[in-house]
């Protein structure tokens, strides 16, 4: 049973959250196969956004662990990552999925994906979307071979894990628990599934 303050990023949707500098976030992977992608806008210019290619250059990774900042295109710090009980295996190289991404994979007709998930949610809070940055994509397992392939396996988290983010900025905060049904992004079985989030009280 989930407590009434936790929200549901639902499967293959979005959801928002705005917060302040200083305040925490929760973000859970309930099942333990959901990939959550991430993205933060700046509220007070949101052309200033949470940028992986900013991030890997500043944090010296590809993938953050907890004390790293994530930096926005204008190379200032917009969130931390606290705490992550997962295996600490998240993306910070894979576009989000789009229309064309599940054309190429063969599906007939639209498709929901997170480009147009993030696109609605923006509108949805009246926001302006200028462009489509890469995601923090929490939680995906995109693995480098050694002859230089990289591929996407399933998760290798639990149920039950999650992050904590803070806020350095004021900012709204988009997740999308992304439909891809076609790849074993979100697992073997491929069914996307809700993830949850919850804003931590001062001091959480």
């Known amino acids: ?10 499967a293959g949707e979005s959801a928002t959250q705005r917060l302040s500098a200083g305040q ?11 990939v959550i992608d991430c993205w933060a806008f700046a509220l007070a210019d949101t052309r200033e956004h ?6 890997r250059v500043e944090i010296a990774r590809v993938s953050p662990r907890p004390g790293d900042h994530l930096y926005t295109n204008r190379r200032r710090p917009i969130l931390t990552l606290t705490a992550d009980t997962s295996p600490g295996v998240h993306d910070t190289t894979f576009a989000a999925c789009d229309v064309y991404r ?13 480009t147009d998930n993030l696109a609605a949610a923006m509108q949805a809070e009246g926001l ?10 929490l939680w995906e ?3 480098v071979q050694p002859d230089g392939r990289q ?4 998760p290798v988290s639990a149920p039950g894990d999650f992050v904590v983010l803070r806020a350095e900025l004021d900012l709204i905060l988009v997740f999308s628990a992304c439909p891809q049904d076609m790849a074993p992004t979100n697992g073997v079985n491929g069914i996307p ?3 949850h989030f919850t804003v931590l009280p001062p001091g959480g």
């Open 151 to 154: 591929v996407i396996a399933p």
């Open 50 to 55: 949470m940028s992986m290619e900013h991030t």
């Open 1 to 10: 049973m989930l407590s009434d303050d936790i929200r549901v990023v639902p």
């Open 193 to 195: 599934q809700d993830g």
């Open 24 to 34: 925490l976030i929760k973000v859970i992977n309930t099942s333990g196969t959901q």
């Open 102 to 114: 599940y054309e190429r994979l063969g599906a007939q007709g639209y498709h929901r994906n997170c």
């Open 128 to 137: 302006d979307l200028v462009s489509t940055p890469c995601p923090l994509n």
């Open 141 to 143: 397992n995109s693995q």
